[in-house]
């Protein structure tokens, strides 16, 4: 649990916590980003209520999750308090937009052992950013020019022997925006990186290379590339990051699902129950709930994933051009 009164939070703040109602359990707080692609793309809002909804549907953990959007929780007094009051938060948005530009606030959060998670393209901050605050806090970050995001079916992989394999199948197929080759700090810090999740892209297994390939991304192709991470702070606190998240969709997938409320959990600093965190299968009306507004338009409707479908999409033929490319530009 945090100490709610840290010494470097500011006085306000811990005022703010005794006014909060005593819950005695883990609080985990979820921060989503605003809307930003076209719909069933990046839902941080969807996203971070069927996660929320999750786990406090479970009853082996005594968790009170809750949401606050991006970026009014920071200028919002009690929406900030029960971010600060959190034993995690989870951040599912764009780059940094979850982080509302208060560095100094999750500098402390992390300082006094709070857990943080990042999700999807919330691990993708500046370089300097990355190494100044992510590589500190959740011990990795995607780096323009040496990661990678193309969409490919990932054989996710989640390290058996630990606690966050829980309740996952051995092997979780899904076809999302997997960013891999991600930067990772070196040295003392390294070895308490846990690599949990892991796949191996291959060219028939990517179907879409985008805007960000390089060379040391293709270098990585047929050989297993970390999708999810754990970081233990020499400090204390835990940090992560999951670099799926892309299709809402696939929150449906109940392997995909487990693996990062289990992580998110870790996260927290609670144990992992056996058999993993309880999470009933997501029904398509549900992964259609609290999707962003596009006016009025109506969203389209979001079908339940089929696995089979995103396998026999064809290969990308611009991959061994865009390699080719890449490897010249580097040169």
Known sequence: MITHCHPRVPVLLACLFLA??????????????????????????????????????????????????????????????????????????????????????????????????????????????????????????????????????ADFRVQPDHEVSRGVPEVVHSYDEWYFNLVFPEGRAASRVRHLGTATPTPQRIKRVINLWTAAGADRIGSPVTLMWGFEREGGGRGAGFTGGHYHRNWAIDGFRTAVLNTIVWTAGLEVPEGGVKSQPVTEDELNANLDSYGDTPNPRIPLPDIEEFMRLPPDATLESRTAKARQEQS
């Not at 883990?26 to 076209?38: D, E, M, Q, W, Y």
């Not at 969807?46 to 606050?68: K, M, P, S, W, Y």
């Not at 951040?91 to 999807?120: E, K, P, V």
């Open 20 to 153: 909060l109602p005593a819950f005695a359990g883990t609080k985990i707080a979820f921060i989503a980003g605003p809307r930003s692609h076209a719909s069933g793309d990046h839902e941080f809002h969807a996203g971070c209520h069927l996660l929320a909804n999750r786990l406090n549907a479970q009853n082996e953990l005594d968790i009170e999750a809750f949401v606050v959007n991006a970026p009014a929780w920071a200028e919002d007094e009690a929406d900030r308090a029960r971010v600060a009051a959190a034993d995690a938060v989870i951040i599912y948005a764009d780059s940094t937009r979850g982080i509302a530009n208060q560095w100094d606030f999750f500098d402390t959060y992390a300082a006094g052992g709070g857990g943080l998670m990042f999700l999807h393209y919330a691990v993708h901050p500046s370089a300097e950013e990355g190494e100044k605050y992510f590589r500190p806090w959740i011990g990795g970050a995607f780096e323009t020019g040496k990661s990678v995001n193309p969409h490919w079916v």
